[in-house]
């Protein structure tokens, strides 16, 4: 596997991205986007999983559970958090509502238009069950798959819109989220005991299904898409957890993460903005935006404490216990866990997912910072996100 860093020449889309920054001046007098629709798995699910788990005649999952969402919604909302995630902080930043759940109480399908609808679903996979089921790898949670969601909000475009010229207009003025998605292809895989080498054969199929969706949504009408690459997945608890006791030498000096998990991140990313590039060619009228979730978080990785992490960037706010305060058997929001007094000091939550506060700076860093491809700010002004989202104490 190859680092995108030096692989990836961003020089190549130049000539793409100029004309896309020209197609930026007929932003909405309202804002930029009327909407936002979004696509993806727990980094972005605001509430679906927990509304589908509702129905079921079984306890909830202990994400739907305090201590999740103690920290700003004081409740558990179905976030994978203790607080807000990265799409709220798009929302706010571009002055729009938070986005609710596709899911609505008791299953229900939510059809009304609104301000933007969130189809990510906790779990989802960029590609279907019959893939990973072929493989012998079973999804524990949902087979709400990228391409059951792109379903969903095709059926949802028959009850908002009066026609296909409706449909269009809405699409395009809406900024699509797609994802982050493709982790839990690898996620579900390696928790399945599948080696790393057989789960980087999949990156390939993960990057063909993302980039069929974002053709199908640009067919549908979607002018500006934002696509997330992976977070550092060998800096994740989990793994850290999981692979305990490996030699030194698979472990980076300078954050402790294991180094063969962040090339498999790396990987994903290299092809994904690979394939961005080709969809860029063939449309150069829509704005397609990387965003570089990976090396966003890889600034509190190498220094949580320059950033105000001072309790690391590793072990688990909430969790069971051990070395990084992960245990499986025993997850955060179990009877049996412990929960850290100051989460902002964290960067880990639970284990999988990340604090509030490094959402917060990720955040930040991608929509006030370089780590876009086109720069968001370019696309799209963000001037007054500070007085918006209070970001200034983050950084």
Same mark, same amino acid.
């Given at each position: ?16 991205? /100029?004309? @896309? ?12 986007? /009327?909407? *936002? ?18 129905? $079921?005649?079984? +306890?909830?999952? &202990? ?11 004081? $409740? ?23 986005? @609710?759940?596709?899911?609505? =109480? ?17 779990? !989802?996979? !960029?590609?279907?069950?019959?893939? &990973?089921?072929?493989? %012998? ?11 059951? @969601?792109?379903d969903w909000f095709k059926q949802s475009l028959q009850s908002i819109c009066l026609n296909a010229q409706d449909c269009k207009h809405l699409i395009e003025r809406s900024l699509?989220?797609?994802?982050? *998605? %493709? #982790? ?47 977070? +550092?997945?060998?800096?994740? =608890? ?9 030699? $030194? ?28 590039? @080709?969809?860029?060619?063939? &449309? ?23 950033? #105000? ?12 216990? #051990? +070395? ?11 009877? =049996? ?15 999988? &997912?990340?604090?509030? !506060? ?10 006030? #910072? +370089? ?25």
């Open positions: 596997m190859t680092n995108p860093s030096s692989s990836f020449s961003f020089s190549f889309i130049t000539g793409f991205i /100029t004309l @896309q920054l020209l197609w930026t001046s007929t932003c909405y007098a309202s804002g930029c986007y /009327t909407s *936002i629709i979004s696509f993806g798995d727990s980094l972005a699910d605001t509430g679906n999983l927990k509304q589908l788990d509702s129905i $079921k005649n079984e +306890p909830p999952l &202990h994400f739907f559970l305090p201590p999740y969402g103690e920290t700003f919604f004081h $409740k558990p909302t179905g976030r994978c958090s203790n607080g807000r995630l990265i799409i709220d902080f798009i929302a706010e930043g571009i002055r729009l509502p938070l986005v @609710q759940p596709f899911v609505g =109480a008791k299953g229900n399908r939510l059809m009304e238009s609104r301000p933007g609808v969130n189809f990510a679903v906790v779990g !989802a996979t !960029a590609l279907d069950s019959s893939f &990973h089921e072929a493989r %012998g790898v079973e999804n524990p949670l949902t087979n709400s798959s990228l391409r059951v @969601q792109l699509i989220l797609m994802g982050e *998605i %493709g #982790g839990n292809d690898f996620n579900h895989a390696l928790q399945s005991g599948k080696s790393i080498d057989e789960v980087e054969t999949y990156i390939p199929y993960v990057i063909e299904a993302i980039g069929s969706t974002i053709n199908e949504l640009i067919d549908l009408g979607a002018k500006t898409l934002l696509v997330p690459g992976n977070l +550092p997945i060998g800096c994740s =608890a989990v793994y850290l957890t999981m692979y305990y006791g490996s030699d $030194k030498g698979e472990y980076d000096n300078s954050t402790g993460c294991l180094i063969r998990l962040n090339k498999l991140s790396l990987y994903h990313n290299e092809l994904l903005q690979i394939e961005l590039n @080709q969809i860029r060619e063939r &449309h150069p009228d829509v704005i397609i935006i990387y965003a570089d979730y990976y090396n966003a978080a890889m600034q509190i990785f190498r220094s949580p404490k320059k950033y #105000g992490f001072t309790n690391g960037a590793l072990k688990a706010c909430c969790g069971g216990g #051990g +070395p990084f305060n992960y245990n499986s058997s025993v997850p955060c929001a179990h009877p =049996a866990s412990n929960l850290c007094l100051q989460p902002h000091t964290y960067v880990n939550w639970d284990g999988l &997912h990340l604090t509030e !506060a490094a959402y917060k700076f990720i955040y930040k860093s991608l929509f006030q #910072g +370089p780590y876009t491809m086109p720069q968001f700010n370019h696309v799209c002004s963000t001037q007054g996100l500070e007085e918006v989202v209070g970001l200034s104490s983050s950084m």
